[in-house]
């Protein structure tokens, strides 16, 4: 369990962070802003979990996201192997396939890309999706040049496509997906 005493630290105002390790990297460096792009994607799935009430159907696994994106910025802050890092496994990956392949049994077949509109919910989820997106390419960037876990980059490829799927169950529950027509605004 974490215990935090005092908020600030002084250790980060000269533009570094410390690791599980125990090394400094600066804060502009890709391993940071891989961890900052998962905070930010932890932030955008809370929000869409306070769109929902507390019974939906989704509610639990989105809390359960929450938890693993906390786990997935452990894991990309200890760059080395240290024995009982917490680390992603693959079976987080399989548990986010299932539960994907469930969701979507149940909705109809796409006719044409989908617009990230419909309700706040639907938003907030489709906002969620591009912001997984987005840490994934920073995942990808840091995993080109140093050491990642090796479920990080599957975990959040996978839950972009779950958050996707989440966007159009609940966007099922009220008046549907909003769909793309391609160039329906042009003269």
């Known amino acids: 369990m974490v215990k935090l005493n005092r908020i600030y630290t002084r250790t980060g105002d000269g533009g570094e962070a410390g690791l599980v390790d125990g090394s400094r990297v600066s ?3 890709a391993r940071l ?3 900052g792009e998962v905070d930010e994607v932890n932030c955008a799935v809370g929000l869409a979990l306070a769109e929902l009430s507390p019974e939906h159907r989704l509610a639990s696994s989105l809390l359960r996201i929450q938890n693993e994106l906390f786990d997935l910025g452990a894991d990309l ?4 192997e240290i024995e009982g890092a917490l680390r992603i496994l693959p079976e987080q990956v399989t548990r986010l396939e299932s539960e994907i392949d469930a969701l979507n049994e149940k909705l109809a077949p796409l006719t044409s890309f989908i617009l990230p509109s419909g309700s706040r ?3 907030a989820l489709h906002l969620a999706r591009a912001t997984t997106r987005r840490a994934e390419r ?3 960037a840091l995993a080109e040049g140093e050491a990642v876990g090796e479920a990080v980059l599957a975990y959040l490829n996978r839950l972009s496509d779950h958050l996707f799927v989440a966007a159009r169950v609940v966007a099922a529950e009220g008046s549907g997906d909003v769909l793309w027509v391609p160039g329906a ?3």
């Open 27 to 29: 804060k502009a460096g």
């Open 33 to 35: 802003t891989a961890i």
């Open 77 to 80: 802050a200890t760059p080395g």
């Open 121 to 123: 919910a639907v938003a």
């Open 138 to 140: 920073a995942a990808v």
């Open 185 to 187: 605004t042009r003269t």
